[in-house]
């Protein structure tokens, strides 16, 4: 790098004086060795003149590259502003500014700190031309510095932050320190003590002469140790304190540093130690098991009273304490001394092992027996406990027990046990041969395992509300065993409750009802079709009539069709020849014979209406043969919904021969009812069992004045969750010798041959049992009886 000229450019500086350019090299020469940093800038804060110091600092080659440049081409933008602010402020009030510490921000993020003056140039007119400025790289200092406050602020976070006392008093014994824990211990804050005597800083102090006691410990090289004693809040308490002199600092007077804790809850718990030891040996002599306690070389060191009753030790086998004669008077009552002393033999040679076992006594008592031994951190044995518990009604309630467990393992229905969660702690036998699952591999898991989606989540919020509440739930399942495989079992789970009342555990007791529901079914069929097969002379009846005329107009049909035939023959051959342009006599009058043998005005009456009446009869038949199919389908195992008035008028169609000669049948149909979830056969079939028996008890009355038929109404309405529907008869209605049992299988109040008493007890089933339902009747005798029944609109059932 080229030195630069060491003198002032003159022409940089506007109306320099002629001698001043003289003296330029001397000043050039001063300003280039310094080891400050100098720089001179105009009035728009540019440089004009820098020093190599600066230059160094600016980070450029040669001073002359910082000409016209301002601090924004070399600082942070922050520090550029900051500088830029000073210097117009120095040129507008012409005042310096002297020793600024300024925090240089760089570029490139690093940071230094310098103390600046700037004053501002005047030429000799005395007009200002700029700022003329000098400064020193104080980092080193500064950082120093910050690292002693943060020294400092350390040393007195940690005074600050520790749990102890901490204390210093200068060497008259007056407080220097005193951190929170002291303040916290004592009541006084530090502002409220320092300078003060520790002996006289308002401490309610009960022992006497304080600052006299620590004066005492002089100068010692160690530490003293002092117990001091004080009142706050109208309670004694007690500090334990170590005093040490200390220099904090070279060619100080030392300090006396008192470090310490209010040990008062330490003595209480001394105190409350040998109370509680105390109390703990009365504990072990009142104890419901026998304690039993040795020292290394198995001689007892402490025998309680229950363990003496145990093994009846006589008073002076105690007062002897001898561990030989002590064993040879336990084996004597024991009924397998032999197996007694091989395991006290084992733990004298496995003194780091703890055992467990049982002792039965000569009496029939048994003792269960746990042994460990007491061992130091080293590893080293301090003796042996044995502890002994009378377990002769636990063994008694534990076999009968087994005996009950025996019995639900060979249950013929499915017992399963689970936790509060719902997770599978048991399940006997029947259970993994209904389900397929072994039981390795249904323990832990939910209950929900055999779910086979058939049932909605209100279902089981519904069932588990009941159990937990502490209920009996019982229902069906429709469940899924592990190869897949649906089957249907009847449950009834119910909480299970400790000693306390406190609900412990749920269990489940299945049974498999799938052939049952299956003959069920069956059953249900069966009675269908023979309701059907009892129904088929009235429904061919009904058929017949239709058919019968349909059959007899399409005769009419045929044979008018003969006659009007012959009339289009004629007519078109009188056509043809007035197409010719000659029509002969003979034709006409063929055509007139033809036109009178027809008799068209007749047929033109007659045959639409013939038409007609053979629609409405094919109707009719349409409307019987759907009806059948549609009553007689076995159905499906499922819920659906369906429009209920319809099954109800499908039933009603069938019905007709059972109730046309003896009553007329009224309808009060809801319009506005909504579908409902049923299984459709089944309730077909009970709409049918109660519409006959309706019949059946009208046709019962004695003939009416002018054989007046009686009648048969059936209703339908919504009534919140509910649909209900009534069949109401004006029959002769039920004794009351029949009302309790008219739901009861197999009985019935018809005449031989006329009811199986299969109906009613079915439509219970059906209603009750399957939807989740209510059935009943209102009857009056010789006026008639109303049966009722009524069917959730949200499907009931848990699978």
């Known amino acids: 790098m080229k030195d630069p000229e060491l003198k002032l450019d003159c022409t940089a500086l506007p109306g320099a004086d002629e001698d001043l350019a003289n003296d330029n090299y001397l000043l050039a020469a001063l300003l280039e060795n ?83 003056s700037k004053m501002p140039l005047f030429n000799s007119a005395g007009r200002c031309i700029g700022t003329f400025g000098i400064s020193r790289d104080i980092t080193e200092t500064k950082l120093a510095e910050m690292e002693r406050e943060n020294a400092q602020r350390d040393a007195a976070l940690i005074i600050d932050s520790v749990p102890s006392i901490l204390i210093s008093l200068d060497f008259d014994g007056r407080v220097s320190r005193w951190n929170p824990a002291a303040a916290g211990a004592f009541g006084h804050s530090k502002e409220a003590v320092t300078g003060k005597a520790f002996g006289s800083c308002g401490i309610n102090w009960i022992s006497e002469d304080i600052d006299s006691q620590i004066r005492s410990s002089g100068q010692q090289i160690s530490p003293m140790k002092l117990n001091l004693r004080f009142e706050k809040n109208g309670e004694e308490r007690k500090l334990g304190l170590t005093l040490k002199w200390v220099y904090f600092a070279a060619n100080q007077r030392p300090e006396l540093l008192i470090i310490g ?108 027996r746990y042994s460990s031994s007491v061992l130091g951190q080293d590893g080293g044995c301090f003796g042996r406990i044995w502890t002994f518990r009378d377990i002769t009604e636990r063994k008694r309630t534990e076999d009968v027990l087994r005996r009950l467990s025996l019995v639900v393992e060979q249950s013929p229905v499915s017992v399963v046990v689970t936790n509060l969660q719902g997770e599978i702690v048991y399940v006997n036998r029947k259970f993994t041969e209904a389900s397929g699952y072994e039981v390795n591999e249904v323990l832990g898991l939910k209950s929900n395992i055999l779910k086979s989606g058939h049932t909605s989540p209100a279902d089981y919020r519904q069932l588990w509300e009941t159990i937990k509440a502490g209920n009996e739930w019982r229902g069906v399942f429709h469940n899924r065993r592990k190869n897949g495989e649906l089957y249907w079992e ?91 342009g000659t029509v002969s006599q003979s034709t006409v009058d ?141 029959g002769t209605g039920i004794p009351d010798h029949a009302r309790e049992r008219v739901f009861d299988p197999f009985f019935t109040t018809k005449e031989v041959g006329k009811g199986t008493g299969q109906g009613l007890m079915l439509a219970h089933t059906v209603v009750v049992k399957k939807h989740g339902g209510r059935i009943w009747f209102d009857t009056e005798v010789g006026k008639g009886t109303t049966f009722f029944f009524r069917l959730p609109l949200e499907v009931a059932g848990v699978d």
């Open 490 to 580: 009847s449950a009834m789970i119910c909480p299970i409750e400790n000693q306390d009342g406190t609900v412990t555990h749920f269990v489940g007791i299945k049974e498999d009802i799938t052939e049952k529901l299956t003959i069920e079914a069956q059953l249900r069929q069966s009675q269908k079709l023979e309701s059907i097969g009892q129904l088929s002379a009235g429904i061919a009846h009904e058929i017949n009539t239709p058919i019968q005329y349909v059959g007899d107009n399409a005769s009419f049909l045929k044979e008018s069709w003969g006659q009007l035939a012959a009339l289009l023959v004629a007519a078109q051959k009188l056509r043809d020849e007035a197409d010719s």
């Open 261 to 368: 804790a209010d040990i008062t809850e330490r003595e209480r718990a001394k105190e409350e130690l040998l109370w509680k030891t105390a109390f703990l040996e009365a504990q072990v002599d009142s104890t419901g098991d026998g304690i039993l306690v040795a020292d290394p070389k198995w001689k007892p060191i402490l025998l309680n009273r229950q363990f003496q009753r145990f093994f009846k030790l006589p008073q002076d086998l105690i007062d002897r304490n001898d561990a030989q004669l002590l064993l040879d008077h336990v084996l004597g009552i024991t009924k397998d001394p032999k197996r007694f002393l091989e395991e006290v033999i084992y733990q004298r040679e496995h003194f780091d092992q703890a055992t467990r076992g049982e002792v039965e006594l000569l009496d029939g008592t048994v003792l269960e």
């Open 590 to 730: 063929n055509f007139d014979e033809c036109s009178k043998a027809a008799d068209v005005e007749y047929l033109s009456r007659e045959i639409p209406r013939a038409i007609d009446q053979s629609l409405e009869g094919v109707r009719r038949v349409a409307r019987i043969v759907s009806a059948m199919k549609e009553f007689s389908h076995p159905g499906s195992e499922e819920k659906r919904a369906i429009d209920l008035n319809r099954a109800i008028e499908t039933t009603v169609t069938i019905s007709r021969n059972e109730w046309k000669y003896v009553a007329t049948v009224q309808t009060r149909l809801d319009s506005d009812l909504p579908l409902v979830p049923c299984l459709a056969g089944e309730i077909n079939q009970v709409v049918l069992n109660l519409v006959v028996n309706a019949a059946h008890a009208i046709a019962d009355v004695p003939k009416r004045e002018g054989n007046e038929l009686g009648t048969i109404t059936l209703s339908t309405r919504r009534d919140g969750g509910w649909v209900e529907v009534s069949v109401a008869d004006t």
């Open 34 to 116: 310094t080891t400050d940093n100098i720089y001179f800038k105009d009035l728009e804060s540019r440089f004009v003149r820098i020093n190599r110091t600066m230059a160094r600092v600016l980070r450029v080659s040669d001073p002359s590259e910082t000409f016209g440049k301002s601090d924004q081409d070399f600082f942070a933008a922050e520090h550029a502003v900051d500088a830029r602010r000073d210097e117009i402020e120095i040129i507008c009030s012409g005042q310096p500014l002297i020793g600024k510490e300024e925090k240089e921000n760089w570029p490139d993020g690093s940071i230094t700190w310098v103390s600046t």
